[in-house]
Each structure stands twice: as C-alpha cells, then as structure tokens.
C-alpha cells in the first residue's frame, strides 16, 4: 500500500492561485507531493481546474516520478451525450501518463434505473479497454441513496459484482459518515473484492456533514488502524489523502497513517 496527494493544503492551494504561470503551478504540486513524501498523486479533473487552474492534458513529464490515479470526480451527468467524450479524454490522458487506477465518482440519484442503465453501459465499454491497457478501472463507493445512484454497500456491491474485473475505490469518510457503516462492516463486505484504492479522511458522525467529513486523521472517530491493516492485504493499493485541512493538517495526517503502516 502507499499514499497518494489529493487535496495540497489550505494554504498551498491559496499559493498556488498566485502564481500565474502553469509550468511553475505544476512544479508547486510536484515540490509540495514531494515534501509531504507521498509516494502518489491522486488527480482530480474537477479539482485542478477549479482550484489551481490546470488542465490535466498539460501534466508535465517529470510527474512520472510519482504513481500517478485518476479520479473522474464529481456528480457525473450520466445522461448527458458529453458523459461518453469526457471519459473518454480523461481515459486517454490516464493512459498517456502510465496511471495505474482510472476510478469514476457514481452518479446522482435523478432517475436510477436509467443511469444503472447507462452505467452498466459505460463499463462494458471501457473496463476491456482498460485491462487491455493494463489500468484498472474502479468505481467509487458513494452510496448515500438520497444523493447518489446506489443505496447502501449492499447494492453497490450488487452491482459490481456483474463485473469481476471492476475495481472498487472506497470512500472511508463517506461511508462512515452516512449511511454509518463501522470499519468492521466496511471490511465485511468490501474486504474480499477487488479494492483498489481509498478515498481517506476522517469523520463525525454527529457534526454537520461539511464539518463531519474530509477531516484531518485524529479529528474524527475512524478507526484507521484496523482499517488500513484489513486493507493492507491488497497489492498496489493506494490510499489518496482526500483532506480538506491546512499544510499541517495534511502532514501530520501522512504521518499518522505511516506510522500505523509502520514506514
């Protein structure tokens, strides 16, 4: 297993929209991943172009240096004619940068049956194309029925069962958060599949769900070592820091989840 920069930082993030060349905002990320000693970067299309105003078709070559995932993130407009093209660039841009995980975000809950429909779809389209290539393919575990297209792990699995090859990213924050799955029901269920990567941060379940979630490891009540040793099983898993906190935050997160790794 090994850890992977999603979010930089509070105060990288506000750096970073002071700068006003690309090349040298790329090379903050690469210098701040570097500081922090992730071994991976977690690159989310949503993110970089929100935050840091970057296009992911520009990522520079030395990012080869670290492992590199994409996360196709967001409420995903299944429906749309553009959902097909989206992917399909941003698959591209994976396979151009020798990523090893290309995960998507599920999508919303406005008429089920046929996004199920289309996301079925979407899958067997490109989960061959990925195995060709040698990336996997994963899908994220965000199963809030009221907000997302599956309601509960139960029916998430339900689902990526159909698809033995498809890879799981779990989302720890999320799924504790609500619908409050323990860690020992996360490993029951999800333990014996094809996990390919976590979504990691902390939670509170008793908090507003902007300040119960994407929290700095020791802000909330996971319990991230019986997690990760359950996890740790899996070859070429990685664990993407998705924390919304200060530098310091997101250091001593890192540094918190090694030292239960034991690196």
Same mark, same amino acid.
């Given at each position: 297993m090994y850890f992977s920069m999603d979010e930089i930082g509070f105060e990288n993030t506000e750096k970073i929209k002071m700068i006003p060349l690309e090349a040298?905002?790329?090379?903050?990320?690469?210098d701040v991943a570097k500081a922090y000693?992730? *071994?991976g970067i977690h690159l989310t299309p949503s993110l970089y172009s929100k935050n840091f105003e970057l296009d992911l078709e520009n990522i520079p070559a030395y990012f080869q240096d670290f492992k590199l995932t994409l996360h196709f993130g967001g409420l995903l407009k299944i429906t749309s004619e553009a959902f097909d093209e989206a992917l399909s660039k941003h698959f591209d841009i994976a396979l151009r940068n /020798?990523?090893?995980d290309?995960? !998507?975000h599920p999508p919303g809950a406005e008429e089920k049956d046929v996004c199920r429909s289309l996301l079925r779809r979407a899958i067997d389209k490109w989960l061959p194309?990925?195995?060709?290539n040698g990336i996997s393919l994963s899908l994220e575990t965000h199963v809030q029925g009221k907000?997302?297209?599956? /309601?509960?792990?139960h029916e998430f699995t339900a689902f990526t069962d159909a698809f033995p090859e498809l890879g799981i990213l779990i989302d720890i924050s999320h799924n504790y958060y609500s619908p409050q799955y323990s860690e020992d029901e996360i490993l029951d269920i999800l333990g014996n599949r094809n996990v390919k990567g976590l979504h990691i941060s902390d939670a509170l379940r008793d908090a507003d769900?902007? *300040?119960?979630?994407?929290?700095?490891?020791g802000d909330g009540?996971?319990?991230? *070592?019986? !997690?990760?040793?359950?996890?740790?099983k899996f070859a070429d898993l990685y664990g993407a820091l998705e924390i919304k906190s200060s530098n310091e935050g997101v250091a001593k997160s890192l540094r918190m989840l090694q030292d239960i790794r034991g690196e």
């Open positions: 040298d905002r790329w090379k903050l990320i690469y000693g992730f *071994e /020798n990523m090893h290309f995960s !998507l194309i990925a195995i060709r907000y997302f297209l599956f /309601n509960g792990l769900f902007f *300040e119960g979630t994407h929290l700095a490891i009540t996971v319990d991230f *070592e019986k !997690l990760l040793k359950g996890f740790g």
